[in-house]
């Protein structure tokens, strides 16, 4: 996410700057949102590591992918349906939960069942599929266990705003004649 600063804003709005661009929310989305669980569990598919030192993933030599580019893109396909901001910012039960991940582990069996040699995966490797794609979303659905995500999301945007109406200088009522009111 790319962070947007307002340079140009208006002095009569003493200094705000709206929830939606403020800097360190806009870091703590970042952090947190599902595109790198999503930008990670497509890296895995391809079976790249990350290099810590050199913040870079990297393919090592000689391992093939789990699947070709289709069955990968198929796949991201079916994930990125469960594994969003929309899923992660929803209010669902624990029961909702675990019938998403059923209804996930079904598509996700039925199209590795019906594809595999078309995505040239190994048999061997099916469950590992299957399970880096269910552990990267049921990690995400759970985000999204009773608003957890939500509020927390809310409460920081909450503390943030309160954070800077506290150190935006208030103007001093003044009255008629330009003079600081002494009296209610």
């Not at 870079?56 to 093939?64: F, I, L, Q, R, S």
């Not at 266990?145 to 200088?169: D, W, Y």
Request: aromatic residues 8%; contains cysteine; hydrophobic residues 35%.
């Amino acid at each position: 996410m790319e962070q947007q600063y307002n340079d140009n804003m208006p002095m009569d709005m003493g200094g705000y700057m709206p929830p939606t661009i403020m800097p360190n929310q806009a870091d703590l989305v970042d952090k947190i949102t599902p595109r790198t669980l999503v930008a990670e569990l497509w890296h895995k598919l391809r079976r790249e590591e990350y290099d810590y030192d050199n913040e870079k993933w990297y393919k090592p030599e000689g391992v093939k992918p789990y699947l070709n580019e289709e069955g990968i893109s198929r796949i991201m396909s079916i994930a990125t349906s469960y594994i969003n901001d929309n899923t992660i910012y929803s209010n669902f039960t624990l029961e909702e939960i675990r019938l998403l991940a059923l209804k996930l582990s079904m598509q996700l069996i039925s199209l590795l069942r019906m594809n595999y040699e078309k995505f040239e995966c190994d048999k061997s490797d099916l469950t590992s599929v299957k399970n880096l794609v269910l552990t990267t979303a049921f990690s995400s659905l759970k985000r999204a266990v009773k608003g957890t995500e939500r509020r927390l999301l809310a409460k920081s945007i909450s503390e943030q705003i309160i954070n800077q109406q506290r150190t935006t200088p208030q103007e001093s009522k003044k009255s008629l004649f330009g003079l600081p009111k002494l009296f209610k």
